[in-house]
């Protein structure tokens, strides 16, 4: 009689469990290689700085990147972050290429890092580098993360991750955007047309002709 009511007991249990799982039988957050900030502004000629930062990561004992950008960038300076050394150990910082034309539009950075000796990984989140621009040409850019290699303790792994990238926004002197036009007819020679001038530039716009051509 015990057994058949142990066995009930337990079938129950593995039901109830299978119906309502844990919640700390739920997975880990994915570690993410990101771009940070996320999106970024400046004006032609000036500097801005973004971080190449990572999240949620277990046991990081070295690590590798490839950033890609519009050559209307110029990439001044790499500076590894704090990171990889919280743990209190020293790391061997590499830059392979700095600016250096991928093609006839894009330049790129290729980075890594690992710790020096039999140090632990660290775990958490913070900056693995730090890279500073200059805005050489007007135009937008996406700030693309590419063949990213996270390695952990374990000298044959390599530890799953999503990538995130960033943006960067040039802001304009001048920049007339011409938003939302409406037109309705009038007559057969009449149209009433009504268009909407936003002035995303960063002066004040006066004696603004708009030209319609047929």
Request: charged residues 15%.
């Amino acid at each position: 009689m015990m057994r058949r009511k142990y066995g009930f007991t337990a079938s129950l249990i593995m039901f109830l469990l299978a119906v309502f799982p844990f919640r700390t039988a739920l997975s880990p957050s994915l570690t993410n290689l990101f771009i940070d900030p996320e999106r970024t502004t400046a004006l032609l000629g000036e500097n801005f700085t973004i971080d190449i930062a990572i999240s949620d990561v277990e046991d990081l004992r070295g690590w590798e990147a490839k950033l890609y950008y519009r050559s209307t960038l110029n990439a001044t300076d790499v500076n590894e972050g704090p990171f990889l050394k919280s743990g209190g150990a020293s790391t061997f910082f590499y830059i392979e290429e700095l600016d250096e034309p991928f093609n006839s539009t894009h330049n790129r950075i290729w980075l890594a890092s690992i710790l020096i000796g039999n140090a632990s990984g660290v775990s958490g989140t913070g900056t693995l580098a730090t890279v500073n621009f200059t805005v050489t040409q007007e135009g937008n850019s996406t700030l693309h993360l590419s063949d990213t290699e996270l390695r952990s303790s374990c000298p044959t792994c390599t530890l799953p991750h999503v990538t995130t990238d960033g943006f960067f926004e040039i802001i304009l002197t001048h920049n007339l955007a011409l938003t939302n036009v409406n037109a309705r007819k009038i007559s057969l020679t009449l149209v009433d047309i009504n268009a909407t001038v936003k002035n995303k530039g960063i002066v004040t716009e006066s004696n603004i002709n708009l030209n319609l051509l047929q």
